[in-house]
């Protein structure tokens, strides 16, 4: 399989795709190492690509956190496309977000916050990579 094969999911969710996606559409782990190897696509979290080298913007990273965490939402001032230092996902609450790390590659920090109801609430912060 050709990553342009994937165009149309890339282009829906800013450049971003999760592992599952890629396999729902016919990539194996052949095809993801090869891209991978090639800088066609750079990890962002576990599981979690971006089509490009450059600086993250505020959409990539939603995107991201909402990929890594699926099934996931935008929430708070996130869901109204306010771009702020925090990108907020709701999550389910019977979810284990402890089990994701702390920070990832691209240097975001992440941290768990309380939340009632059937939804947790997990805060990212939106960094750039180095």
């Known amino acids: 399989m050709e990553l342009h094969q994937a165009r149309d999911l890339l282009d829906q969710q800013g450049g971003v795709v999760a592992?599952?996606?890629?396999s729902d559409v016919g990539a194996g782990?052949?095809?993801l190492r090869r891209w991978l190897r090639r800088r066609e696509l750079v990890a962002v979290h576990p599981g979690v690509y971006?089509?490009?080298?450059?600086p993250l913007t505020w959409t990539n990273l939603a995107w991201a956190a909402t990929l890594l965490y699926a099934p996931a939402a935008l929430c708070h001032a996130s869901a109204l496309n306010l771009a702020g230092e925090v990108i907020h996902v709701a999550i389910s609450h019977h979810r284990n977000p402890a089990r994701r790390p702390a920070s990832d590659s691209t240097g975001s920090e992440t941290s768990m916050t309380g939340c009632s109801g059937e939804f947790a609430?997990?805060?990212c912060a939106s960094r750039t990579r180095s």
């Not at 971006?50 to 450059?54: E, P, Q, S, V, Y």
């Open 121 to 123: 609430h997990r805060e």
């Open 19 to 22: 592992r599952r996606q890629l």
């Open 29 to 31: 782990e052949p095809d």
């Open 50 to 54: 971006i089509n490009h080298r450059g």
